[in-house]
């Protein structure tokens, strides 16, 4: 037998001389279970592989040996067993793990008292089978994304803190990316199969909205990100038409006996004189019934949506963006969708979480009292006065901070401009991911010294990079049919075959790959011992470190030819888990580590007094550098009786800011029939009227991270909660 003089270090902490022999039986275990037959050649080479990578050494790690016989399995003619041993050693592994972190999360989330993986996602009810089912498997994911896919140099800067790589209970585990503009027009004109059923071109608003809702479900199951249905009363505009040369045909069937032939030599449609004039009861009737049918159509969309379940057990994370349409049948889809939102939920008319509704505003369009969409205008403010959507979009600025005009493909991730075939291309676009430093962690590094700071920031900027290549690596080679909704149906407005694979829809800017950050305001604060907003020089300094950032993502885009760009990180969590696990490394900081989270990106920090004009003018500056990702809002009192101030607001942030949200009070007690604001505690909320707290006979709305959730149904972890009570009006 092959002898050599290394000693193997064993789990036990056992050492026990190198034995060649315990390779190849272990090999040809492998093989047995393969059912494929034992290959004694293959094992002997293996173990020779491995003994020349290790002869020399005087010890190694057991781990050490069974990564080199992976190793030479992969490369060997029997991969399936290189499958089959790293399967059965993880297997050991786990059986090994009874006192470990996994198992302590496994616990914790059977037993309904982990808070950290239940409270996550404020969106996921984490009391339900699915959703735990979907959490269960994002632990096993994780940890085997870390122990075995994800670069050490990465895992170890996101275990302590230094960064988040974000979404490890899907990706890297699955070749899944984060949100997307669904090119839905493509596929309703087109057709598409779903399951088994070809699906054909919709011939009403009632089927198209059906098949929507349809398509909304599938592309959610297949990626963890939000997605977007850019310009909805564009994309669906066609449908409307057909609903009313439908229900006019029906008018001249009954009213006028009128023959089929006849019928369908009249040119029917919306705005033609002549069948109006000639015809005005059924023009009318077909007016109505239409208007009718668009109207229940969107409703049964917003429940449809509201009702649904994707595969990873939330509501799927979706975004109607809208309002540039001047047609009637735009016109009249703008209308449903806002109708419909402040008309509410249930018999209660609860406020709906989703869809967001995004309202794009344009001069000439819908912005002043003489343009054509003015009247849609004034209905977006009373819903948002009532429901908090629909957020607003400045067209302009849109264009001049991302380069053209297109809604974010979730709560706030936008693409930059991409030409192909010499139009502009957003529909069929998507994000690969993120990963967000944590700025207030490199200050306190820093030890307040600027000169520092930028030294440590280039030292985790080199890993975030290594760390986004790693993303993007994951979905090369990628081949079409492991999503078929996405890649052959057309949802991202190609139609690939079932080998092809996706590398080209990666790279050109045709998608994003995001670096994010968090925490500006903290930074600021610690490096020069001010708050950012009372001296101009720190705002500055604020804007020099976004640029910054953005300037890198700039340079990593030239280089590789990816969408790199800078990312205003959404930070629910993870506002609380940085700021947690900054305060056990570097004790409890004073207006830094010691609030329980970490200020939103750029934005200013939550409980800093000042208007709302001195907000939007504050942020403004901060989107032309992170154009990947950004909004601004701010927070009211009750607006239901002040609809003007919120157009002024409106109106302002028009000319300052590309997107912009507006908080204002929603909560409802059914118990007392309280209407205004839920009281914020460290519990959760309570109704200040009466003190129900009961999440069956209340409804609380709060903003988090872009998107609205319903914490009295789902609560926030406690770095959000804590935000939360910490929030302050800009009246």
Known sequence: MEMIHTQVTKRDGAVVDFNKQKIIDAICKAMVRTNKGIDKEVAEKVAKKVIHKIEGLT??????????????????????????????????????????????????????????????????????????????????????????????????????????????????????????????????????????????????????????????????SHIYGGNTINEIDKTLAPYVSASFVKHFKTGMRWIFNAEDTFIDSLDIRVGNLEIASRFPKCYEYAIELTQKETLDAFQSLEYEINTLVSANGQTPFSTFGFGRGTSWEERQIQISILKNRIRGLGKEGRSPVFPKLIFALEEGVNLKPKDPNYDIKQLAVKCTTLRMYPDILSVPKVKEVTGSFKFPMSCRSFVGRYIEDNKELHDGRFNMGVVTLNLPRIAIQSNGSEKEFYNILNEKLNICKEALMFRINRLKGVKAKVAPILYMEGAIGVRLQAEDTIDHLLENDRSSISLGYIGVHETVLFLFGKHIFDDSTLRQKGLEIVKYLSDKAAEWKNETGYGFSLYSTPAESLCYRFCTLDEKSYGAINGITDKGYYTNSFHLDVNKKVTPFEKIEFEKDYPQYANGGFISYCEFDSLVKNPEALEAVWDFAYERVPYFGTNTPVDKCYACGYEGEFKATNQGFECPNCSNNDPKTSSVIRRCCGYLSEPSQRPFNKGKQKEVIARVKHN
Do not use: W
């Not at 059986?95 to 996602?121: A, F, P, Q, Y």
């Not at 994304?145 to 994800?150: E, G, L, S």
């Not at 302590?160 to 493509?186: E, R, V």
């Open 59 to 220: 010890k190694v790690d057991i781990e050490q040996i069974q990564d080199e016989v992976v190793s030479a399995l992969m490369v060997s003619k029997r991969k399936d067993v290189a499958v089959e041993y790293i399967g059965h050693r993880e297997v050991r592994s786990l059986k090994r793990r009874e006192r470990s972190s996994l198992d302590k999360k496994v616990h914790g989330l059977l037993e309904l008292t982990n808070e950290e993986v239940m409270s996550e996602n404020s969106n996921k009810d984490s009391q339900t089978i699915p959703t735990q089912r979907d959490l269960l498997a994002g632990i096993m994911a994780k940890d085997y994304a870390q122990a075995y896919m994800i670069p050490k140099r990465v895992v170890d800067a996101h275990t302590s803190g230094d960064l988040h790589f974000h979404d490890q209970d899907y990706s890297p585990y699955f070749p899944m990316y984060n949100c997307m503009l669904i090119d839905l027009k493509g596929m309703l004109e087109n057709g598409f199969k779903l399951g088994n059923a070809q699906i054909e071109t919709p011939k009403s608003i009632t089927t198209a909205t059906a098949v929507t809702a349809q398509i909304i479900a599938q592309v959610a």
